[in-house]
């Protein structure tokens, strides 16, 4: 059986820093795509960033690009997302999703293409 367990969330205020962790278990973690996404009250579940499953290649959307880095350890079968800077507007539930090895860059920002999520860990930032 497939999980990834997020944790981490929290509140934290404008500016502020937070470090969001994603464990997975049942699948072989080292050959998997690793992506984040997060979703706001009514809107689309939104891309955030993606890992090449050998950890060398990193892609981020634009609105986090220079404030967040996703980073991941094949050992302990977990993957980051460093969050600085911190706005108001990143405030979401937090959600890492699994993928197969072949899923390239351009690929990765889109969650159609992830087979494994987790439940979730909300972020709140207040201004």
């Known amino acids: 059986q497939v999980q990834l367990a997020e944790s981490g969330g929290g509140l934290v205020q404008a500016g502020g820093s937070l470090r969001i962790s994603c464990v997975v278990s049942g699948l072989t973690f080292s050959t998997s795509v690793m992506g984040w996404f997060r979703q706001a009250p009514g809107k689309d579940r939104e891309f955030v960033a993606t890992i090449s499953w050998v950890g060398t290649s990193t892609t981020y959307a634009d609105s986090v690009k220079g404030r967040f880095t996703i980073s991941r350890d094949n050992a302990k079968n977990t993957v980051y997302l460093q969050m600085n800077s911190l706005k108001p507007e990143d405030t979401a539930v937090y959600y890492c999703?699994?993928?197969?090895?072949?899923?390239?860059?351009?690929?990765?920002?889109?969650?159609?293409?992830?087979?494994?999520w987790g439940q979730g860990t909300q972020v709140t930032v207040s201004s």
């Open positions: 999703a699994a993928g197969g090895r072949s899923m390239t860059d351009y690929e990765g920002r889109y969650k159609e293409k992830y087979n494994y």
